[in-house]
């Protein structure tokens, strides 16, 4: 049997490569768990969704006791295609990220006690935050990157709460954060009050450029955009539009779970266009708490079985942008719904 | 005094921003020795040296003892502009590459026994090589992200010796390694005769397209490119000529201690115009041992102080791109002088 012929068919509806066949085997004989499964694969839900249909059709998985299989037909088609279980060498201390935040210990414990009465995160918003380590861990990364002491940072869309993890360093210059949520504007304001963190905080719904006073005011941004790709270009057409100029920097989360490498390609000639250079992709650093709306995913009713998550699984690449030219006007109004089955994911 | 106005005047010669001299001066505050400094800038080597002579000219930094100062003006002026030494959270278990490679303890072992009678690094082909643990670094992140068991792999000049590390897991289907240097690939045949790693070893000059059966006959390539933007282009066109297609990926190394952020952009440009997208750039992946040949670096002349370095201090990114489609045919012939003033560095 030839992966290639499977891959096709699957690709009549959904982007895929036989060598997303490959690693689908691979991820299937390093664990029998559907949300592992997810992560290790690398393929857009949906995609997976599909391949999983195809797979099940020609005999080769089945599901058994809530768990995915290779069946002895499919084991069979691995082991002639030389298919192995899956290696993990990802640093046990820094998780793969490359980040110590042992360094900022007070601030992650500080950062941990205030974020524990956090605004739980909503559909509305396409909401869903990051581990607290992980916010930390961008502000690590930030700093040493040269991108915070100093400087004014800009955080577009803050349920991760960056702004406050920023400001309990006291290395930046001024924090201001824009967000679309007035429960977490509060929050964030009532916090900042409280630890005295002068954060500034606004309220702005990110379809809409950005007020006069905002633009070309900051050193760096850092936001965690929707994955549709006209949420992508609507949140980095903001934020590239918030920084200085040449120098300024930019960081960014963005997942391969829900957004195929097509998307990836097509963000990443957008960035190169818009005058920024991209010096760092670091895979896997964000990894998001499951948020509580997980049976409402567009993606849900397709899943081969349906079961929550008993741990994170949900993860994306951190990207890491300077600007080498000025990126232009940013007038565009994008009339952007986060569920048109059109501008979600794929 | 501005930053902005000595940026302007180095930038008459080299590409240079605000922001580099402001890592410029943070690096300074950090350490007073020449290589970190230069490590920790992350500004091309040579646009260093004419930050420097303008930054000594307007009095603000002197050389003492051997050692690189910020003079009391340039340490006034750092304090007016809150800049602040470079906070490092590179994690210590894995030096920030995320990689752990004691899971390959034995073949890290075998692989540095073998590597000690490596040839030496010689400036004809303008070699020098990653530390040992870096190559089995970078095996260990081929075989973790799916691209080495199993697979056939090419590696494009291997001062690194990158096909014996892979080799010695015995993970990959099939190891092939070009080079133009004869000492080098006799010493990998003799390793692979003595080993019995069966690595297919080839005598090419990358200045000329591959043979027609290396073209479009692997899963996945590795090299380390020199950094001159024709050289670059030479290194990675032949490179992704070997690909089989859509799913292949490939590894290369790119540094900010020679080529500016222009060049990488215009890099990134090419990859993606080839139908390539890139999934992962890990920064400081690949830490060089020091060469024998320092002294005649272009740059050598040009440097505040001519001191040999005593730890390692040349890094670069570790870069991975995946085909998303047929990159189309490699012909072009580079008449290639790596020391070109023109092709070389910045």
Redesign the interface.
């Known amino acids: 049997m030839e992966l290639r012929a499977l891959a096709e068919r699957v690709a009549e509806k959904f982007p895929v ?4 066949l ?2 689908t085997f ?1 991820a299937l004989l390093t664990t029998d768990n559907l949300w592992e499964v997810l992560d290790l694969t690398d393929i857009p839900i949906m995609t997976f969704c599909e391949i999983w249909e195809e797979l099940a059709h020609a005999g080769l998985v089945e599901v058994s006791d809530s768990s995915l299989k290779l069946t002895p037909k499919g084991r069979e088609l691995a082991a002639s ?4 279980p ?9 998780k ?6 042992e ?2 210990k007070e601030v992650a414990e500080k950062f941990k006690a205030i974020a524990s009465s956090r605004p739980e995160a909503i559909r509305d918003y396409d909401q869903g935050y990051v581990l607290e380590e992980v916010t930390v861990a961008r502000v ?2 930030m ?2 990157k ?1 991108d915070l ?2 400087l004014n940072l800009m955080v577009l869309g803050d349920d991760d709460l960056v702004s406050v993890a920023a400001s309990l360093t006291g ?1 930046p ?1 001024r924090v201001t954060v824009i967000d679309i949520d007035e429960r977490l504007l509060d929050f964030i304001q009532k916090v900042s009050d409280e630890e005295g963190l002068k954060i500034q905080v606004l309220k702005h719904d990110l379809r809409y450029p950005l007020p006069e006073e905002l633009q070309g005011a900051f050193d760096t941004f850092i936001t965690d955009p929707t994955e549709s790709f006209k949420g992508m270009k609507a949140f980095l057409s903001r934020s590239l539009s918030c920084l200085k100029g ?3 920097a930019g960081y960014f989360g963005f997942t391969r779970r829900e957004a195929s ?2 998307k ?2 097509a963000i ?2 957008f960035l ?1 266009e818009k005058g ?8 896997d650093f964000n990894v998001y708490a499951n948020w509580p709306y997980m049976e409402s995913m567009r993606a849900w009713k397709h899943l081969p079985i349906r079961v929550l998550p008993q741990k994170e699984w949900y993860k994306s ?1 951190h990207y890491r942008i ?1 600007l ?1 030219e000025k990126p232009g006007p940013d007038t565009e109004v994008f009339p952007l719904d986060l569920y048109d089955e059109e501008t979600a994911t794929v």
């Open positions: 490569r036989e060598r997303d490959r690693r691979e295609l030389e298919i192995t899956i290696r993990d060498f990802a640093c046990p201390r820094c793969g990220r490359g980040i110590e935040i360094l900022l690590a990364l700093w040493q040269g002491a100093g290395a210059k040449p120098g300024s490498l097509k990836w390609q990443q000639k190169l920024a250079v991209i010096t760092d992709i670091i895979d690449a300077e080498l």
